[in-house]
């Protein structure tokens, strides 16, 4: 018999949802679409306590050849602190993708359903004691008015440490050429 305790899904993970929940929901999501050209974003860590611990800003640019794509985003956060990575993506049959970084032990490795996108991954975060490596459990869902939501929720053994919360905007205000476009 498996026990669950109140609020335990919060703690361990981002839940238990599935991307075929989201098969049926529009406007239909395509990253090669959506992160083709420029885009801003703002997003916040929140960290064990519930709390905001860091606020920061976006700018990405996002260039495709057919199903692979770079995705190159900077990010400035309140601090002061500025960061890049740069994402190589590569999509495969029925929405799968896979995505590489600098930053990222291994492959990433995700795929798009409906109006939403999951990407699982092992992040590795600079610190002043030493890098640590958590686990990444991304979700991104398109919004009628053309924000891309994502959530992504950051676990170490399992246990979760802390969720980004990001809001994407096209600059062009949401029209982007279809994949393989110039």
């Not at 800003?57 to 260039?63: A, F, Y």
């Not at 939403?116 to 992040?123: E, H, K, N, S, V």
């Not at 600079?126 to 979700?139: E, K, Q």
Request: hydrophobic content about 40%.
């Amino acid at each position: 018999m498996t026990r669950h305790f109140p609020g335990s899904g919060m703690l361990f993970d981002c839940g238990r949802q599935t991307l075929e929940a989201y098969a049926g929901e529009t406007p239909a999501l395509d990253l090669r679409t959506y992160f083709r050209g420029h885009l801003s974003a703002a997003g916040v860590f929140i960290g064990l306590s519930g709390c905001v611990e860091r606020r920061f800003v976006i700018d990405v640019l996002g260039t495709w050849d057919g199903d692979r794509g770079t995705l190159t985003e900077r990010f400035r956060f309140a601090d002061g602190e500025v960061t890049e990575r740069i994402w190589t993506l590569g999509f495969l049959d029925g929405g799968a993708f896979t995505a590489t970084a600098p930053d990222v032990e291994g492959s990433a490795t995700g795929r798009q359903c409906g109006n939403a996108a999951a990407m699982r991954y092992r992040l590795r975060i600079p610190r002043a004691r030493g890098a640590i490596t958590v686990t990444m459990d991304d979700w991104l869902y398109l919004m009628d008015d053309g924000t891309l939501i994502n959530r992504a929720c950051m676990a170490k053994f399992g246990i979760k440490v802390g969720e980004l919360v990001v809001a994407f905007r096209r600059d062009d205000g949401g029209a982007a050429d279809p994949p393989g476009g110039a």
